[in-house]
């Protein structure tokens, strides 16, 4: 049975945030509307606290780097207005993910910074963590930032460990694997134009909308460069954690306003005929 009370695939573009979408509301409107839903559906499940796959935190080569500090401090700026979030740690949680992992010889490991304990331990909250927490019930969190030098396997046998983590857990835990797809559609952005983006973030609706989310482990790895998504590494971990059988995906909406495909997606627990 599926461990998670609720879990979703979002996004983390800094303008979907209402404090940060500065003079251009409608740029991501679309996306904003659905993060509104996505986090009204985290609320009812009621969730003690929350899991968070984000690609932008403290990455540790070959490694699963896992939140193990008293609390969580950071800031994100866009348009001349800076967000802020504090979050606790829910380090129990986090140690026996760590713990299970490790059972299952993966390459993990909790952080921490400054002290083992107080309010001086503390590690950044990266940008891939607040946009979607913004819309999220206030509670206790655990980061989870997978390296790139991990084989897709790995990351599917975390998700079962994770899953098998939260269960023994026993509180309530909600998901988010935080994703932004491919950040080549316009030639004006960091990373430039292919015409691979377009393609692969078809591709990738695709496989959300039929719930075949472990197909995109079968991409070539020159068509992921081209396109240059951050998503495939966490939503891989959610497949695992969350099998198809167990999962009714409700899709709600791709949009690419800027350089980067923005897509949300509950994660509900498929219901039994």
């Known amino acids: ?48 606290c ?15 780097s896992i939140t193990d500090s008293e609390r969580l401090d950071g800031s994100w700026s866009e348009n001349e207005a800076t967000f802020t979030m504090e979050k606790k740690v829910e380090r129990d949680l986090a140690r026996k993910i760590n ?13 921490n910074f400054g002290t083992a304990a ?41 998700g079962e460990s994770l899953r098998t983590a939260v269960a023994d857990y026993g509180n309530k835990v909600g998901l988010i694997a935080s994703c932004d797809w491919a950040h080549a559609h316009d030639e004006q952005g960091p990373y430039g134009f292919d015409p691979a983006a377009k393609e692969f973030d078809n591709q990738i609706v695709e496989l959300i909308k039929t719930n075949q989310l472990e197909k995109m482990a079968d991409f070539d790895a020159d068509f992921i460069e081209a396109a240059k998504p951050d998503g495939i590494w966490q939503t891989l971990i959610l497949a695992g954690a969350i099998p198809p059988e167990e999962r009714q995906i409700e899709f709600l909406s791709y949009e690419a306003p800027t350089y980067f495909g923005l897509i949300c997606a509950g994660v509900l627990a498929k219901r039994k005929i």
């Open 118 to 158: 107080g309010p001086i331990s503390c590690l950044p909250l990266d940008w891939g963590a607040i946009i979607p927490l913004r819309f999220m019930p206030d509670v206790p969190v655990v980061v989870i930032t997978p390296s790139r030098d991990l084989s897709f396997q790995e990351l599917f046998t975390f």
């Open 99 to 111: 713990e299970e992992a490790l059972k299952n010889g993966l390459p993990s490991s909790t952080i």
């Open 50 to 64: 929350i899991v968070v796959l984000s690609p932008h935190g403290t990455r540790i080569n070959g490694r699963f």
């Open 1 to 48: 049975m599926n461990p998670f009370v609720y879990a979703c695939i979002a996004p983390h573009g800094g303008e979907i945030i209402p404090e940060l979408q500065g003079s251009s509301p409608e740029r991501m409107a679309v996306t904003r509307k659905s993060m509104v839903k996505l986090g009204q559906q985290m609320a009812a499940a009621n969730p003690d």
